[in-house]
Structures are given as C-alpha cells and as structure tokens.
C-alpha cells in the first residue's frame, strides 16, 4: 500500500530556522532599545548634532520595520511546517488504522485446510480378508450432534507495558485498574448480548423475541465485516455501573481502546455501534 505524503523539511532545517529566528528577536531588541533611549532624548534636537542623531535613529527605526517582515516571514514559514507535519502525522495514524483493519479481516478469515489422516490408496486396506470383514466391528450409529454455540466474544485486560504505549493526552487520568474495570464492564456486556443471542428461540418469550430481532435488524450492514461483532447504547445501559453513569471515565476507556485498534465507532443516525476488532 502506497503512502501519499512527503516531509517538507528535516529537524536540521528547523533548528536553523530558529536559531535564525532567534537572532533576528535579539537584533531587533537591541534596535529597539536604540529607538527608546532616542525618544527619550527628544530634547537633543536643540543642540547642533541633534539633527544627525535623529537621522540615525530614523534609519535604525526603518530597519526595524524590515526586521518585523523578515521575522514574520519566518514565522509563517515554521506555521507552515507545522501544518505539513500534522497532516503528514494524521495520514500515518490514517494508513496504521487500514493495515490494523486488514490484518484483523485476514485473521477471522482464514481457515487451514484439513488433511485427511485417512489413505484409500494405502496398500494395508487390499489385503484385507474377508474373514477380517465378518470380525469387523460393526459401527455404531451416532446421534446427529447439535450445533455448537457460538463462542461468547470477549476482551483481554490491558498490560502496564500495553497502557505505557498509550500517550498520556489520550489515557487521561485512567489508571490500568480503571481500565480493565472498564474493559470487564464491556465483557459483561458482550456476555448478556452473545449468550442471549444463543438460546434456542423456542426459549424465548415474545418479548426476547423482539428483542432478538432487532439486534439482527443491527447486524444487517456490518454481517460478513470485521464489524459484526459490536454493541450498543442501550446495552450499555441496560448491563454496565461504571460506563453507564461515569460519562467521561466511559469516554476515556473506549478512546484508549480505539488508539490501541481494539475497539473501533461506527455512527449511523442516532445508533452507535461499538465493534470489537480483536481481543
């Protein structure tokens, strides 16, 4: 995958611009100081020399003014880095966000391909006689197995080495123990929701049946996506303490898990999703 952005300029070419710029704030003090001492000596212009002084100060006062352009210009320039820099930054984290998404949508999947331990051709299977077909024993016929379940998707708790990684603008206040209560509240969530989602639906009552349906009417758009497993709102609502009541400390959670490509928001309407992209 091609990137399409280009550093507009190295650290070295930074630092000259601010030792520059630098230099210029000092020459332009030391007139400026120049300008100040003249103005307060206004009444020189009485004596013979007064006019040949306030001349000069003219001249330094003209030179200023060049200064201010020249550091304005620099100072546009490094303005302009700056913008080149973040948006250089923005489409990394941009590309890091579609290598994440691909490599989780290879993993769910791939599927090896099963190798029979079994050989027609093997050359034991010829011999066979027919006294050894009648001593065979006879196979028993086993029930039909039901469908498994499919497994309830949860999150792992984050490491101290793993919220390290996180920069501090983003984490907050959250500690790793308020993290992975956060994280635990989430897993709570994911179990009502996948385990309800398992019961047989002769099970349900007609108003589980109701709710069924509308978490497949949900899942219409992201089924067959590395989106399909999520939750909403109301079931954060419905089965959470923390997340439900502390809004900033729920923010703070799923901001962290999005920056560590765990979590990502799919927002449609008045509905958002909460996809768990790997665990």
């Known amino acids: 995958m091609a990137s399409n952005f280009m550093l507009p300029a190295t650290s070295q070419n930074l630092t000259t611009t601010n030792d520059t710029l630098e230099c210029l704030v000092l020459k332009f003090e030391r007139l400026m100081q120049q300008v100040e001492d003249g ?7 009485h004596h013979k020399d007064g006019r040949s002084i306030y001349c000069d100060l003219h001249k330094k006062t003209v030179c200023l003014k060049g200064l201010l352009s020249e550091m304005q210009c620099l100072l546009d320039k490094q303005k302009e880095e700056l913008r080149s820099f973040k948006v250089n930054l923005d489409d990394i984290h ?3 966000k579609k290598i994440d998404r691909l490599m989780i949508f290879a993993m769910k999947n791939f599927s090896p391909l099963n190798i029979s331990n079994s050989n027609p051709t093997s050359p034991n299977l010829s011999h066979e006689t027919d006294a050894d077909k009648e001593n065979a024993p006879v196979p028993v016929k086993q029930k039909p197995q039901t469908k498994p379940h499919k497994a309830v998707p949860s999150l792992n708790h984050l490491t101290e080495q793993q919220l390290q ?3 501090k603008y983003v984490k907050g206040h959250l500690s790793l123990v308020l993290v992975n209560a956060g994280i635990d509240e989430i897993n709570k969530v994911l179990s009502k929701k996948y385990e309800f989602l398992n019961r047989p639906r002769k ?3 007609l108003k589980e049946e109701k709710r069924r349906a ?3 009417e949900q899942a219409k758009e992201v089924k067959g996506t590395p989106y399909s497993t999520f939750f909403v709102d109301d079931d954060i609502y419905k089965f959470t ?3 439900k009541t502390k809004k900033k400390t729920k923010n703070d959670v799923f901001l962290i898990l999005r920056h560590l490509g765990r979590v990502k ?3 449609k309407g008045n509905l958002t999703r909460y996809c768990i992209l790997s665990v």
């Open 214 to 216: 509308v978490y497949l």
């Open 94 to 96: 941009a590309l890091q």
């Open 241 to 243: 303490t923390t997340l």
């Open 265 to 267: 928001e799919m927002h």
């Open 203 to 205: 099970t349900l009552s």
């Open 39 to 45: 103005l307060e000596i206004r009444d020189v212009l």
């Open 165 to 167: 990684t996180v920069p």
